[in-house]
């Protein structure tokens, strides 16, 4: 069964300051891994995704992550954060062939003025 | 865009009464997907349908049906709701086996008093 970490519930980032939240997880077989935006109210966006291919996956609002196979880690970066992106970002994984993600329990991200 | 939506973004019920909570994607995705959203625990699977009238248990079934009659609709039901099934509700749904993003519904606030 696979299972995704994300650590610390609640993550504060200056806004123009490097937003960085750590995705981790296990899997017995190559996984489809994704990023999912949640704001106030409102159902999950997708972010962006890894499937195939190249490990450096850009997506909306300038976010990308980096999937390294060697240290079972997708992380999502944004070089500069803006007061737009306080949200809960999630992090999911779905071994390849399997219909199912299973979910880590989220980053709330409160951007500072 | 794959537009998925659910019947009731606020719901107040009393303990005992039973609860139908909608889904509907018009996308003509095979599988759907019914979740569970509660603060420090991210998204928990209730169930999930791969096809018409087929359903399978996710991770915390109990004290829940899915009905899946026609392939658009996938239908969540509290057979006699509890305070602790006071929780945000979303619905999900994916295209089929292998294409594994899932695309979700803004989400039902159900408070059960």
């Known amino acids: 069964a696979q299972s995704v970490t994300q650590l610390g519930s609640h993550v504060s980032v200056s806004e123009g300051a490097l937003v960085l939240l750590r995705c981790n997880y296990s899997?017995?077989?190559?996984?489809?891994l994704f990023w999912y935006v949640q704001y106030p109210n409102q159902g999950l966006q997708l972010l962006l995704k890894?499937?195939?291919?190249?490990?450096l996956v850009k997506g909306i609002n300038g976010f990308e992550a980096e999937f390294k196979k060697s240290e079972t880690s997708f992380h999502l970066t944004k070089p500069s954060a803006h007061m737009s992106d306080a949200a809960e970002y999630f992090c999911a994984v779905s071994p390849y062939g399997n219909n199912r993600l299973a979910f880590g329990k989220g980053n709330q991200v409160v951007v500072i003025p | 865009d794959v537009k998925v939506t659910q019947s009731s973004r606020y719901l107040v019920k009393r303990t005992g009464e039973k609860v139908f909570l909608e889904c509907v994607q018009d996308?003509?995705?095979?599988?759907m997907f019914w979740y569970r959203q509660d603060p420090g625990l991210g998204l928990r699977l209730i169930y999930f349908?791969?096809?018409?009238?087929?359903?399978e248990k996710g991770d915390i079934p109990e004290g829940y049906s899915v009905s899946r009659e026609k392939k658009e609709r996938f239908s969540l039901i509290l057979e006699s709701a509890s305070t602790n099934q006071t929780s945000m509700y979303l619905c999900?749904?994916?295209?089929?086996?292998?294409?594994?993003?899932?695309?979700f519904g803004p989400g039902t606030r159900l408070t059960v008093l």
């Open positions: 890894y499937t195939t291919g190249a490990t």
């Open positions: 996308m003509d995705h095979e599988n």
């Open positions: 899997s017995s077989v190559p996984p489809y």
């Open positions: 349908s791969y096809d018409v009238k087929m359903k």
């Open positions: 999900a749904s994916s295209l089929s086996p292998g294409r594994v993003e899932q695309f």
